[in-house]
């Protein structure tokens, strides 16, 4: 059966939880004696019961009432199996919001029909155009608190929709629905005879899944070379997983940004038939006919296909959840497919916050904001416009020991010379001294190669 | 690709990505069929072998069969094996057995079993593969990264795992302070004497576990089949504490229709663990403290 990813985002207490655990009990999706044991909970406490109880699992949460982490909760509808991911809507919980929104391959965006458009339902929304989500619907909660008024639910509809094209995204799904009272779940309700459009079960299984895409060129990070010597296994194996096209046995390969080449003399698993071809999404390995040196990171493409962009700066759309501020200059980590570099933040053209007034001339991204940005990396990195190449156009910063922010590429720039890094900072003396450690690491493979042949073939 | 393919591939690159960026790496192996699976695609994402060590905590209450069937896989698959074990208090009879509470005896001898095992600060006896002796290591470095066979689909709190989880000096968890994790890049920087633990298989539920078996035709303890007497285990543990159901199912085959459409369908897999039913329905409290 076919699995789809689908994430519930919107602001606290607009009903994500109610909606999730609603749903779960209207489609018998629970396991058995759960309700039951839920409702008895409840009575012992002296609380009403509420279908969000289901969710929110951690002992926490049910004390304060609110969603902490993205719950992955598994569904089945007749069509396909889901993965709901309940993501958090309070403002201190982006992270996690937005770590359950980035496995998501369509959302459902919750408003609540008498708060209205509240921050985070802006700011969500523009976190998943910057997720790269999107199939959107929105579901338009808590409509018996507004007497399931049509003039309340064409407003808010209009409010909204303004505010979409605002981020380029355009979606003209709007539900009414009662998650509570379980109004246009799963059934269209007399309580809006004046909707005739899809019901929140009906919207989940018209979403698409994302598909792979034949006619894309091949391409897949380095994510690891191995040499098991156990068993007297001689094969120096090149690992990844193909994030488009298609690879052969035969096929000569180029690696981003080395130039490397070689050709591709078998490909390798563990209990499978002997395969000759692999394609997108596959864990693969392959051996080569001659044997280079390459690192980690390095982007695999064929040589009779295009190439990856490669350079050393970028412009990006970037969201910052750090507790310190994303600052000019300062060393980070980037991880960008499976490679990794040091990074500068180069420049801030706008920071972008919840409600779309973008400001310039910020010295810093601050937590919780969004920001159009230029980096510098320490390496030359192979890389592609989000927008051509969505596995291969993200990128995750690193500050300290965690995951701060993350973006999309949306221009690959010219790369800065050494000469002009210079004379630009004290920091890139560090990066000088960097690269020259690669290279001599590059020489001493070489020696080592020469002088110690039988460990390398 | 089905979802099967899918799924693997996703648990080898997340296997592949813990053993390029943890120096001292290892997996738990409660001999179970989810960290069994594990064990399977560990060979698949490294071509047959198996490259870091396996950790296994012995209670002392595990179901025999499970140390014979432990023990025999060592060696036909060549595992580095290590076990760990709170000496102390089965010596002093600290147990569910002797009077303690479920829950505290869980602490002692798994969870505390666990991080001193881990932490190096215990014995830890290790299996040599290549002497294929048994030997002591003591004062042995700390495990930086530890993968582990929870699913999001047992339990509440693990739904809410990260797949790359830290863990704090002490070992606990605290599910609030959570870093992001965006897309298929995973927390793979840590402090100084904090680890991570690793989840490869966290969007896999119970079926898909059954359907793998039966698509590798993966070595699975017989403890799970019905051998005859119209009773199997559907969940793995210590015999005081785990209940075997009534079920014929006598395969893998057997059990995946007994999941779809027979008398398991909406019954929840851990019901036959006593000690979830203690932490009041989930086991929240017991996995801050450094449970699986």
């Not at chain 1, 519930?8 to 999706?29: E, F, Y």
């Not at chain 1, 295009?306 to 991880?335: C, H, M, Q, T």
């Not at chain 2, 881990?118 to 002497?131: E, H």
Request: proline letters at 4%; a negative charge; aromatic letters at 10%.
């Amino acid at each position: 059966m076919q699995r789809l990813n689908i994430v519930i985002t919107g602001h606290v207490d607009h009903g994500k939880s109610t909606l999730i655990g609603r749903l779960l009990a209207d489609t018998d999706s629970l396991p058995q004696g759960k309700l039951e044991s839920v409702k008895k909970m409840c009575e012992n406490n002296a609380r009403p019961f509420e279908y969000a109880f289901l969710l929110d699992a951690l002992a926490d949460e049910q004390k304060q009432g609110i969603t902490i982490d993205s719950a992955r909760v598994f569904f089945q509808s007749k069509k396909r199996e889901y993965i709901i991911i309940d993501a958090p809507g309070h403002i201190e919980f982006l992270k996690n919001m937005i770590s359950g929104a980035s496995r998501a391959e369509a959302a459902l965006l919750l408003i609540d029909a008498k708060e209205g458009v509240a921050e985070n339902s802006k700011r969500h929304g523009m976190l998943l155009s910057l997720l790269g989500i999107k199939q959107v619907a929105i579901v338009v909660n808590k409509m018996d608190l507004v007497n399931f008024s049509e003039i309340a639910f064409t407003k808010l509809k209009v409010e909204y929709s303004e505010y979409l094209a605002t981020l380029g995204i355009k979606s003209d799904i709007f539900i009414p629905i009662s998650a509570r009272e379980g109004v246009n779940l799963i059934e269209h309700s007399a309580s809006t005879p004046w909707y005739q459009g899809p019901t929140v079960l009906e919207i989940l299984d018209s979403f698409k899944s994302v598909e792979e895409k034949e006619n894309d060129d091949f391409r897949m990070p380095l994510q690891d070379v191995y040499k098991f010597t156990r068993d007297n296994d001689d094969r120096r194996i090149y690992a990844g997983t193909v994030t488009s096209g298609e690879l052969n046995v035969g096929d000569e390969v180029v690696f981003y940004p080395s130039l490397k080449r070689s050709r591709v003399a078998s490909i390798e698993s563990f209990n499978t038939e002997v395969k000759t071809s692999v394609k997108e999404s596959v864990a693969v390995g392959f051996t080569l006919e001659t044997q280079i040196y390459v690192r980690n990171g390095d982007v695999v493409a064929r040589a009779d296909q295009s190439a990856p962009k490669v350079s050393n700066r970028f412009e990006a759309n970037l969201f910052w959840l750090g507790a310190k501020p994303l600052e000019l200059d300062k060393p980070y980590k980037i991880k960008i497919g499976s490679a990794q570099s040091t990074i500068y933040l180069e420049e801030i053209k706008r920071v972008i916050d919840g409600d779309t007034l973008d400001r310039a001339d910020e010295p810093s991204v601050g937590r919780h904001e969004a920001a159009c940005v230029i980096f510098r990396v320490h390496d030359l990195l192979a890389m592609e416009l989000f927008a051509e190449n969505q596995k291969l156009g993200r990128f995750v910063i690193v500050d300290e020991y965690d995951i701060a922010g993350g973006g999309i590429i949306t221009e690959v720039l010219d790369q800065y010379t050494t000469r002009r890094t210079k004379a630009l900072h004290v920091n890139d003396i560090l990066v000088d001294k960097a690269s020259t450690s690669a290279e001599f690491e590059e020489e001493l493979f070489a020696l080592l190669r020469k002088h110690f042949p039988h460990q390398f073939t | 690709m089905d979802h099967l393919d899918r799924l693997e591939a996703q648990s080898i690159y997340i296997l592949r990505e813990a053993y390029r960026s943890f120096p001292n790496l290892a997996m738990l192996w409660s001999i179970g069929k989810d960290s069994t699976v594990l064990l399977w695609l560990t060979r698949k994402a490294f071509f047959g072998h198996v490259p870091y060590p396996l950790v296994h905590i012995d209670t002392a209450f595990k179901i025999p069969e499970m140390i014979k069937y432990r023990d025999e896989i060592a060696v036909q698959w060549d595992l580095n094996l290590v076990v760990g074990q709170n000496k102390e208090a089965l010596a002093k009879g600290e147990t569910f057995v002797n009077g303690l509470d479920r829950l505290s005896c869980c602490k002692k001898l798994k969870s505390d079993a666990l991080k001193y095992t881990l932490d190096g600060t215990w014995a830890r006896r290790k299996w040599n593969p290549y002497k294929k002796v048994w030997e002591d290591e003591l004062n042995g470095a700390p495990y930086t990264g530890v993968i582990v066979g929870v699913r999001a689909d047992e339990e509440g709190s693990r739904s809410k795992e990260r797949v790359f989880s830290a863990r704090d000096e002490k070992s606990e968890w605290d599910a609030s302070t959570q870093p992001p994790e965006l897309w298929n890049q995973y927390k793979t920087d840590f402090a100084p004497r904090t680890h991570v633990r690793i989840h490869p298989l966290l969007e896999w539920t119970e079926l898909n576990i059954w359907e793998y078996i039966q698509r590798e035709n993966i070595p699975i303890i017989s403890l799970y089949f019905d051998q005859g007497n119209g009773k199997r285990y559907r969940s793995l543990g210590c015999f005081p504490c785990t209940a075997p159901v009534d079920s014929q199912a006598r395969n893998p085959k057997e059990i995946i229709e007994e999941l779809t459409s027979g008398k398991f369908k909406d019954i929840a897999e851990r019901s036959g663990r006593a000690q979830d039913k203690d932490g009041g329905g989930t086991l929240e409290a017991l996995r801050k403290e450094g449970y699986m």
